[in-house]
T-cell receptor
């Protein structure tokens, strides 16, 4: 069965430090992969996505993610975190269900706190 | 450009009362529409999705129902709310036949007392 795992429930980093949020997936075919960010009380905003091609994808707000097929991972990175990056981050995988409809499987999210 | 609206933004309802949450999308036609619930400290749970008018698929048996009376309108309803229905409800859309990218509305915070 398809699944998405975000191993870190909560991460705290200092402002200016580098960041890596982990995402591992289980899916039999080539996945479509996404990272979304959610500020408190808000909807989800797409940070970046991978469909094919270059395995290192650039997103908004200075984020990037690397697809590693051999490790079934799609980790999110940022070289220097800003206080405004404090939020909940969700990884998702797109797949076809039994009815041939496209859906997303979601990780449970990683909560990021940024110390000044 | 496309926009997605949800209302109300917040709602406090007594147990046993009815519910109607509305989601509308502008700037696109025949979108796929989704209702998610997000409980406190939890991930996203897909409740319903729709690929067209009157076409609703339910993901989880529950106290809720969904309807799509118009192409760009998606409604989440309940006849009698339970305490466990409290949460943050998110509507999302994606282009039919396009990529899997879903775009989310601002959400509705529902508190059932």
């Amino acid at each position: 069965a398809q699944s998405v795992t975000q191993p870190d429930i909560h991460i705290t980093v200092s402002e200016g430090a580098s960041l890596e949020l982990r995402c591992n997936y289980s899916y039999g075919a080539t996945p479509y992969l996404f990272w979304y960010v959610q500020s408190p009380g808000q909807g989800l905003q797409l940070l970046l996505k991978y469909f094919s091609g270059d395995t290192l994808v650039q997103g908004i707000k200075g984020f990037e993610a690397e697809f590693k097929r051999s490790q079934s991972s799609f980790n999110l990175r940022k070289p220097s975190v800003h206080w405004s990056d404090a939020a909940e981050y969700f990884c998702a995988v797109g797949f076809y269900n039994a009815g041939n409809n496209r859906k997303l499987i979601w990780g449970l999210g990683t909560s990021l706190a940024v110390n000044p | 450009s496309q926009t997605i609206h949800q209302w109300p933004a917040t709602l406090v309802q007594p147990v046993g009362s009815p519910l109607s949450l509305e989601c509308t999308v502008e700037g696109t036609s025949n979108p796929n529409l989704y209702w998610y619930r997000q409980a406190a400290g939890r991930g996203l749970q897909l409740l319903f999705y729709s690929v067209g008018i009157g076409q609703i698929s339910s993901e989880v048996p529950q106290n809720l129902s969904a309807s799509r009376p118009q192409d760009r309108q998606f409604i989440l309803s309940s006849k009698k709310l339970l305490l466990s229905d409290s949460g943050f409800y998110l509507c999302a859309w994606r282009t039919s036949g396009g990529t899997d990218t879903q775009y989310f509305g601002p959400g509705t915070r529902l508190t059932v007392l």
